[in-house]
C-alpha cells in the first residue's frame, strides 16, 4: 500500500517536472522569439532610417546641383550681357568719333574752299585794279603825247 502511494506521489512529482521544464521551454522560447522579433524591428528601423536619411542626403545633393548650375548660368547670362553692352558701347564710340572726323574734313574742306574762293576774289580784284591802273597810265600817257 505503502509502494503504491510512493509510486504514485514519484508519478505526481515527475508529471509536475515535466510539466514545469515544459513551462520553462515555453517561457524561454517566447522570451527568444521577442528577442528576435525586437532585434528584427530594431534592425529594420535602422533601415529605414538609414534610407531616409540617404533619401535626404541625395535631395540636398541634387537641390545644391540645380543651385550650382543656375548661378553658373546667371554669371554666364551676366558676363554675356556685359560683352554685348561693352560691344555696343565700343561700335557707338567708333560711330561718334568716325561722324566726328568726318565732320572735322567737311569743316576743313569748306574753310579751304572759302580761302581758295576769296584768294581768287582777291588776285581778281589786284588784276582789275591793275588793268584799270594800267589803262589810266596809258589814257595819261596819250593825253601827254597829244600835248
Known amino acids: 500500500m505503502f509502494q503504491r502511494a510512493a509510486q504514485i ?3 505526481v512529482q515527475r508529471a509536475a517536472q515535466v510539466q514545469r521544464a515544459a513551462q520553462v521551454q515555453r517561457a524561454a522560447q517566447v522570451q527568444r522569439a521577442a528577442q528576435v522579433q525586437r532585434a528584427a524591428q530594431v534592425q529594420r528601423a535602422a533601415q529605414v532610417q ?3 536619411q540617404v533619401q535626404r542626403a ?3 545633393q541634387r537641390a545644391a546641383q540645380v543651385q ?3 548661378q553658373v548660368q546667371r ?3 551676366v558676363q554675356r550681357a556685359a560683352q554685348v553692352q561693352k560691344a555696343a558701347q565700343v561700335q557707338r564710340a567708333a560711330q561718334v568719333q568716325r561722324a566726328a572726323q568726318v565732320q ?3 569743316q ?4 579751304a574752299q572759302v580761302q581758295k574762293a576769296a584768294q581768287v576774289q582777291r588776285a581778281a ?3 582789275r585794279a591793275a588793268q584799270v591802273q594800267r589803262a589810266a597810265q596809258v589814257q595819261r600817257d596819250v593825253k601827254d603825247k597829244v600835248a
Open 68 to 70: 550650382r548650375a543656375a
Open 75 to 77: 554669371a554666364a547670362q
Open 9 to 11: 506521489q514519484r508519478q
Open 104 to 106: 572735322k574734313a567737311a
Open 125 to 127: 580784284q589786284v588784276q
Open 58 to 60: 541625395a535631395q540636398v
Open 50 to 52: 538609414r534610407a531616409a
Open 108 to 111: 576743313v574742306q569748306r574753310a
